[in-house]
């Protein structure tokens, strides 16, 4: 068969990319640079030196409590604040071949594993891989909500190959574009509670 050249895919409406047609041309750039950890007692993950582990409280859960600030956050939940509106930029590097899915979002592969820096009409994705001279995505930041970026193996997500992006808390929180959660909600945890924890 076939094997597919992601930078050959276009857009077909609003082709290019969010921001200034230039390096580091939008409101937040984050770099992000991730790696494999092994010691005498564990194998991890780390991005920017940080393993993720998921939060006991959730990050939605916990911005509905009034968390606003990346230091609202435990360090290990490697968590970065945008705001409504932002163009993002993130530049991903490490070890090639990594699938990396952001949820809540679509975004444009202005640097991707082939073909060359594009963005006039650069692929739309929610996963890309990783390459061996980096990769660059970026998005408009237009759904307020906590967005996990992970490497779509779930090993490798569950040893700690994560960054979650926690857009406009403020009005998650309150407002036009916040959660209410209702009584439905309260059920959640006993149910989950109830589970062996090798299930949780």
């Excluded at 010691?39 to 920017?48: G, I, Q």
């Excluded at 991903?92 to 820096?117: D, E």
């Amino acid at each position: 068969g076939t094997v597919l050249n992601e930078a050959l895919l276009v857009p077909s409406t609003n082709p290019a990319a969010p921001g200034t047609a230039v390096a580091g041309g939008a409101d937040k750039v984050f770099n992000l640079a991730f790696a494999t950890v092994t010691d005498s007692t564990s194998h991890h993950w780390t991005v920017n030196g940080v393993q993720y582990i998921s939060p006991t409280v959730p990050t939605l859960l916990q911005i509905l409590s009034g968390a606003t600030d990346a230091s609202d956050f435990a360090t290990n939940e490697n968590t970065f604040i945008i705001n409504k509106g932002d163009v993002v930029e993130i530049n991903i590097t490490g070890v090639p071949n990594h699938p990396f899915h952001l949820h809540g979002h679509s975004f444009s592969v202005v640097k991707g594993a082939t073909g060359s820096t594009n963005y006039v009409n650069p692929p739309r994705r929610d996963v890309t891989p990783s390459a061996t001279g980096g990769i660059t995505i970026r998005f408009t930041a237009d759904n307020p909500g906590p967005w996990i970026l992970h490497c779509h193996i779930d090993l490798h997500l569950d040893a700690g190959l994560a960054v979650v992006f926690a857009e406009a808390p403020e009005d998650v929180a309150a407002g036009a574009d916040s959660v209410d959660p209702d009584d439905s909600w309260d059920d959640l945890c006993p149910i989950y509670n109830a589970l062996a924890a090798e299930d949780q």
